[in-house]
């Protein structure tokens, strides 16, 4: 093919201007000037062609040529993306760094995945099976919890002529198919795909099981299920972050994909030097051997920022279509969307609201929508899901802004943080009077099954709580505590217990980061019954003052800090407090 | 090597130029306008578009004609020159020298844009940093290559407790180099003057670099200051291993600045017309703190900016929060109760307390301790509102002890000396002394064993 060249006539920030562009197409990528800059064609008139530069364009100007390499933005998916970190266009920020120093400069070409590195390959299909995109013909044990299934590419359909177990490259060939017109096609481990395009499968699935994620106002209150959608907007300090860190870290999924969008350079640090330490509770392996990394700073140019989303979400997808469970935290999406923003801008397109192109809830609708639970290509039905958990950064923590209410629209479940909690370090800082999840009924059966009780009516027994403990704290505010009545008090008393001693939940506490669904149904079910008993021992005519000042309120604050191996402890406790108010 | 002088101006608007008939500009090169006066001022192409170049003016427009003037490209971006003869000198805005010192003689020419730090060289930060500020080393904490603003507004003390951080911070146990470097960002005279006069007093100037754009001085120039500042910071602290605090005053005038330029441009403008790349352009200014892998130095930034209206809200505070790890909130009502430093502790935040504190870095008890305090005194806060409303015969006997702690603690732990500087297990003993006031059981964060180690008599008693 004739290689597309064309010459700059504009350099406005991350957007650059070519002439002479005829013949290109939309999404292609292409090199800036002799420093070979990437872009990407972002839209087309005549000959000219607006480019979107995925780094810095200081000292590119009009006359320097662009070319293009006839191809859209890819990722490279394969063996040795497990405890990679790479920016936002998939290069690798270590090799990156083996290049051009403890500083990120313009330029550096490196292959997202490892030429040289030889991976051990086990074949299981065999010479004579006939395959279609997404059969798997093999595996590589990728990392101790990873293992990397090799599959058909998407595209590709015939029969097996040849296969081998061995140690290869992710160039090599592992495998030759013959397709209908007889034609051999080489499959090595190496697949590419385009970032923009959602990777295919089967069919749609409804999500019907949790994502468990240790995270006690998640999994009983507001919970994910597997393949779901959930969204965490919230100002500034709120604990967005922090949320997103415990699910990469605690989440049950078999793969993390954790994306940083135009957020601190320290917080990806911090992921790199403690999930490499951090054990997965049902392995004991280290979590970075299930983690994906992308990291685009807020300092790093902002047009790579806008594509950091999509080069996750696409490694995702690839995982997913495994047949694993796969959950994809992006934070922030009010930073992509602001990326959008920036570029639409310059494109001197007409603005929506608060200058936010009008193709925003769009986009984001499609980004939300590569979630699933699916059946995926090939032929044993297996079934993977990828679920998306965004964060979203409001300006002044203002939920009328479009981001939010673009993310809203699609999203299934919404932890609301609120100011106020954090101020009272009530953390995680999730409102519970605000969130939501659409999930509860779908999942109805899943919590039957695991906890042996109707746990929806015990859950939503709590939340009634919480809701009368809000109308009951108006009252108290406008004519003091006093004038409430016994039972209200206790409610109060019960609703704090709530509050304090489950919902509350220390990220940094080495036992109390982490609460196993087992785990929280105790828990909860002992502050219930704790308030039914005392409602019991009320109508028996106890002495309200006592049943308020039970000693045994000390240790149950202190539950949650019983280690996961120690569980018996809190039906000790239960008995104990049990005994406690039969007494008064 | 000379450059083409182009006659070509053909607009002026605000603090942007227009020269046409261009050829060979480059995105973000320096460029050079002389005036028919023959005074020159310094600018930046902000776009290219074929054959025109868009200057944006740091000296501001004033006596620039279309006819008469004239542009030269000079081939690069705008450079600080680089050497350890930094140390001690006073620049202008745009790193011109204005001490009467010499010319300094560069060890490099440095693009003050500079680059993104590769994430993955970062080094996390942990090292507590001892402020000698109760209200901050207990709990708000400030450790080593953190960037944590002060969020003030006009009127409250944020000078005097810029400067008594500058005068006292140290990390524990450790003989290293230290530099401090300041930007000034249109602040006025007497401010700036004040700290030049805190560093001479105490012998600081020696080991600082200041730039100065004062609120006399061209409004535009102040995009390039805190970016020249960094540029000095990073080559103190990565080329020649130092220890640099960096004090940028004040963000709200540069915000302005940027805003000036947005409008002059015509860009759809953000939030309170502020350009909508506002949030990116803060955090290339704000991410060029942290510490590298190995590399001795670190760079620790305490922007301080004033929000307009006391708004936290405002776009300059709210992108600030966004980027930044953390703030110190100076309050106005604790300011008029007569507190120094009025520091709101609640909503104040470090977020890397909790890698900063704790055993071997500070002392065991500290986390425990601290998340106690930040609960008492939220407790103590309500009452006192709720005592407001309902009178303080209405609180609980629990609530009207955590109304008492709550006025102690803004007395005698927030409040201190200008002078005054405490060392963290003073910082620590003041809280016990005050959480001794408080019924044990209400102390459920603090675990049993640290209660019993360090909780005076007068409440183990009970
Ligand atoms: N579950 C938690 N346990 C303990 N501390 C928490 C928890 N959640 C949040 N915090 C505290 O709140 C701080 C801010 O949280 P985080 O960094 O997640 O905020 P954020 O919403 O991501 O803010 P930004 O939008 O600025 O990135 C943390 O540094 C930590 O001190
Ligand atoms: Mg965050």
């Known amino acids: ?584 | 090597m000379t450059f083409k002088k182009y006659l070509s101006i053909t607009e002026v608007v605000g603090p942007l130029i227009l020269v046409e008939n261009t050829e060979g500009i480059k995105y973000e090169e320096l460029a050079e306008i002389e005036l028919p006066s023959g005074e020159h001022q310094l600018g930046r192409v902000l776009e290219v578009n074929q054959d025109k170049a868009l200057v944006q003016s740091f000296g501001g427009t004033s006596g620039v004609s279309v006819k008469g003037s004239s542009a030269r490209f000079l081939g690069r971006g705008i450079e600080l020159g680089v050497s350890s003869d930094l140390l001690g000198r006073i620049f202008d805005g745009l790193g011109r020298p204005i001490d009467d010192g010499p010319a300094i003689i560069p060890d490099k020419m440095l693009n003050i844009n500079g680059n993104p730090i590769n994430p993955y060289a970062r080094n996390y930060p942990s090292e507590f940093i001892q402020t000698g500020f109760s209200a901050i080393d207990g709990l708000n904490t400030l450790v080593r290559g953190q960037k944590l603003p002060i969020f003030s507004a006009a009127g409250l003390p944020h000078s005097r407790i810029a400067a008594q951080i500058a005068r006292q911070a140290r990390v524990l146990g450790s003989q290293e180099k230290f530099a401090v470097v300041f930007g000034a960002m249109g602040i006025t005279f007497e401010e700036a003057n004040f700290f030049i006069s805190d560093f001479q007093k105490t012998g600081a100037i020696e080991r600082a670099v200041l730039f100065m754009n004062l609120a006399n001085d061209p409004a535009i120039e102040r995009i390039a200051t805190p970016r020249l500042a960094l540029t000095a910071a990073e080559y103190l602290a990565f080329e020649l291993d130092m220890q640099v605090l960096v004090i940028l005053t004040d963000m709200t005038n540069y915000c302005e600045a940027l805003r000036e330029v947005s409008a002059a441009r015509k860009e759809i403008p953000g939030r309170r017309g502020y350009p909508g790349y506002l949030y990116t352009d803060l955090s290339m200014i704000y991410e060029r703190a942290g510490r590298i892998r190995g590399k001795k130095g670190s760079i620790t930034q305490i922007p301080i900016l004033t929000m307009p209206e006391d708004d936290k809200t405002h776009p300059i505070p709210d992108l600030t929060g966004y980027i930044t790890e953390g703030q110190i909130i100076i309050s106005r009502s604790l300011h008029r109760k007569g507190i120094y430093p009025p520091i709101d502790v609640l909503p104040s935040l470090s977020r890397l307390r909790d890698k900063g504190i704790g055993e071997e870095r500070t002392r065991a008890d500290h986390p425990n301790w601290a998340s106690q305090i930040f609960a008492s005194y939220a407790r103590g806060k309500e009452a006192q509102e709720l005592a407001t409303i309902l009178g303080e015969a209405a609180l609980s006997p629990v609530d009207r002890q955590h109304l008492l702690f709550a006025n102690r603690f803004e007395q005698e732990f927030v409040q201190q000396g200008e002078y005054e500087d405490r060392s963290i297990e003073k910082t620590l003993e003041i809280g016990w002394s005050l959480l001794a006031e408080l019924p044990r059981l209400e102390l459920k964060r603090i675990k049993d064993e640290y209660l019993d180690k360090y909780l005076p008599e007068k409440s183990k008693a009970e």
């Open chain 1, 1 to 584: 093919m004739e290689q597309i060249k064309g010459e700059i006539i504009r350099v406005s920030g991350p957007l650059v201007v070519a002439k002479g562009m005829n013949g290109a197409k939309m999404y292609d990528v292409v090199h800036v000037s002799a420093m070979e800059l990437v872009g990407e064609i972002i839209e087309l008139r005549g000959d000219r062609a607006s480019i979107q530069v995925y780094e810095d364009t200081a000292g590119i100007g009009p006359g320097e040529p662009v070319t293009s390499t006839n191809q859209p933005l890819n990722v490279e998916l394969g063996p040795g993306l497990i405890e990679s970190i790479f920016d936002g266009i998939q290069r690798p920020l270590d090799k990156v760094m083996e290049k051009t120093g403890n500083l990120i400069t313009r330029g550096v070409h490196v292959n997202a995945l490892d030429r040289s590195k030889k991976w051990d390959f086990k074949a299981s299909a065999k010479p004579g099976d006939k395959v279609a995109g997404g059969a798997i013909l093999g595996s590589v044990k990728e990392t101790t919890l990873v293992e990397h299934r090799i599959m058909v590419p998407p595209d590709v359909e015939g029969v097996i002529a040849e296969i081998k177990s061995g140690s290869f490259t992710i160039e090599e060939t592992i495998a030759r198919i013959k397709d209908k017109d007889g034609q051999s096609i080489e499959v090595s481990m190496l697949q590419k795909w385009p970032v923009r395009k959602g990777r295919p499968y089967q069919k749609r699935l409804a999500p019907d099981s949790l994502l468990s994620t240790g995270q006690r106002v998640i999994d009983t209150f507001f919970p994910v299920a597997k393949g779901g959608t959930a969204s965490i907007p919230g100002p500034f300090g709120s604990g967005k972050t922090v949320v997103q860190h415990q699910l990469a870290k605690w989440a049950d999924a078999e793969i993390i994909v954790y994306i940083g969008c135009g957020e601190r350079g320290n917080e990806m640090t911090d992921v790199l030097l403690e999930f490499p330490e951090l054990k997965d509770p049902k392995s004991g392996e280290p979590l970075m051997k299930r983690t994906v990394l992308v990291a685009n700073t807020s300092n790093m140019p902002v047009a790579a920022r806008e594509a950091s989303i999509y080069t996750g979400i696409t490694i995702a997808e690839y995982f997913r279509d495994m047949g694993l469970n796969v959950a994809v935290m992006a934070d922030s999406t009010s930073r992509w969307a602001e990326a959008l923003r920036e570029i639409s801008g310059r494109l001197e397109e007409m603005p929506g609201e608060e200058g936010y192109p009008a193709y925003l809830p769009t986009k984001a609708a499609d980004f939300y929508e590569r979630a699933g639970r699916v059946v995926c290509l090939g032929n044993d039905n297996r079934e993977g899901t990828l679920t998306i958990i965004g964060a979203v950064s409001p300006p002044g923590g203002d939920l009328s802004d479009p981001v939010v209410q673009a993310t809203l629209k699609v999203v299934k479940v919404y932890w609301g943080l609120d100011s106020k909690l954090a101020y009272r370090r009530h953390f995680p800082a999730i409102n519970w009077l605000i969130s939501y999840s659409l999930y509860l009924e779908s999942l109805r059966d899943y919590f039957n099954k695991i906890t042996g009780v109707d746990w929806l009516s015990l859950r939503n027994k709590a939340m009634a709580i919480l809701e009368k403990e809000a109308e009951l704290e108006e009252i108290v505010r406008l004519v003091g505590r006093d004038t409430l009545s016994p039972r209200d008090q206790l409610l109060l008393e019960s609703a704090k217990s709530i509050r304090e001693d489950f919902l509350h939940q220390i990220a940094f506490d080495p036992v109390d980061t982490y609460a196993s669904f087992k785990k929280q149904q105790k828990l909860l079910t002992l502050i219930l019954n704790i308030y039914e008993w005392n409602l019991d021992a009320l109508e028996r005519g106890a002495e309200p003052e006592k049943l308020m000042a039970l000693s045994i309120r000390d240790e149950i604050a202190k539950a949650k800090y019983t280690p996961e191996n120690q569980l018996e402890k809190i039906d000790a406790l239960s008995l104990k407090a049990r005994e406690e108010v039969d007494k008064l």
